[in-house]
């Protein structure tokens, strides 16, 4: 089945200890994408690549690194979070940049106490 | 930089024809989504227009006018489970990337 998969789907953790959302998609997709979704904000993107090794900064990348060693996978790496990142994360994955539809993982509710 | 409005909320009841608009302001316009998102979940494609005109799949139908920033989405014949939220993407092209950017969303809520 096609998929984007996250993990965990579901975390809840302390300022400053460093933790990374995985996001996998068997899809052979090039492009993939993280997103933060804020009640009264939406979808902001925070980093996306356009193949491996190719990566740039969305429009909220502060406090965000995010890596593409593989192509299936592109994880978003917390080095020191903080309460204002906790939010419901999103990844993406389209087959090329100009690929009508985005396919969306399951989300992470993440939470920084 | 990219300006996108939606409604925030809005209410329609079962088998009626319902219409959410969105209007934007881009930079290197490169086409425009609608996608559904159920409550907890994640969002899902529902359509895609790049040229003006109306695209119609099913229940749904989808309108872009370029020249006004416009475009609505169209659902007829409501069914409960259309309940969620619609969000409006505008693609633009930066430094030759693609670049989404999203509405705060469209609440709709369908009554029996």
């Known amino acids: 089945e096609a998929q984007v998969t996250q993990n965990p789907r579901y975390l809840i953790t302390v300022t400053g200890k460093k933790l990374t959302v995985t996001c996998s998609q068997n899809m052979n997709h090039e492009y993939m994408s993280w997103y933060r979704q804020d009640p009264g904000l939406g979808l902001r993107q925070i980093y996306y690549s356009m193949n491996v090794e190719v990566t740039d900064k969305g429009d909220v990348p502060e406090g965000y690194k995010v890596s593409r060693k593989e192509k299936r996978n592109f994880p978003l790496i917390l080095e020191s979070p903080s309460p204002n990142q906790t939010s419901l994360y999103f990844c993406a994955s389209s087959l090329s940049r100009r690929t009508d539809t985005q396919y969306f993982g399951p989300g992470t509710r993440l939470t920084v106490l | 930089g990219q300006n996108i409005d939606q409604p925030t909320e809005m209410t329609a009841t079962e088998g009626a024809i319902v219409q959410i608009n969105c209007t934007y302001q881009t930079s290197g316009f490169n086409g425009l989504f609608w996608y559904q998102q159920h409550a907890g979940e994640a969002p899902t494609f529902l359509s895609y227009?790049?040229?003006?005109g109306l695209e119609e799949k099913g229940r749904f139908s989808s309108f872009l006018s370029r020249s006004k920033g416009y475009s609505y989405l169209l659902l007829k014949e409501l069914q409960m489970k259309d309940s969620a939220s619609y969000l409006c993407?505008?693609?633009?092209?930066?430094?030759?990337?693609?670049?989404?950017?999203f509405g705060t969303g469209t609440r709709l809520l369908v009554s029996p």
């Open positions: 993407a505008v693609r633009a092209v930066n430094t030759g990337f693609q670049k989404l950017v």
């Open positions: 227009n790049v040229l003006d």
